[in-house]
């Protein structure tokens, strides 16, 4: 499975990137991105399999992210790993077509149910 990692946070996208080997579910980290806009350009060039990706960025945050996906009818899988846990966040996000949204802190067993289901 090709993943596209989207945080501004390096320190997080690391710690995204070393709890998905941990799953023991086969992943290949096509990239990191930065923002939205970054992503927009990613997501063209590796076609990803799931785009797991921060809820607050700077240029452009996830929610328009998913929605100028969507507007350009791409389907890829989208879930949020976010430390915005609240309902109107969970519901705006599966509303917008995520599959899920990861709460942080999270652990291992999150990711795994998640990327294999798209339940979290």
């Known amino acids: ?6 945080d501004d946070s390096r320190a997080m996208r690391m710690i995204v990137a070393r709890t998905l080997r941990q799953t023991g579910v086969d992943v290949n980290i096509v990239g990191e991105a930065a923002n939205g806009q970054e992503a927009l350009k990613m997501i063209a060039e590796f076609g990803p399999d799931l785009v797991l990706c921060d809820w ?15 507007a350009a009818n791409n389907p890829v899988r989208f879930g949020f790993v976010t430390s915005e846990g609240t309902s109107d966040v969970r519901e705006t996000a599966l509303a917008a077509g995520a599959a899920f949204v990861l709460v942080k802190p999270f652990m291992v067993e999150d990711f795994r149910v998640a990327i294999t289901t798209g339940k979290p």
Do not use: D
């Not at 499975?1 to 989207?6: E, G, R």
């Open 1 to 6: 499975m090709k993943i596209l990692i989207v």
């Open 56 to 70: 607050n960025m700077p240029v452009m945050n996830g929610l328009e992210l998913l929605t100028a996906l969507r």
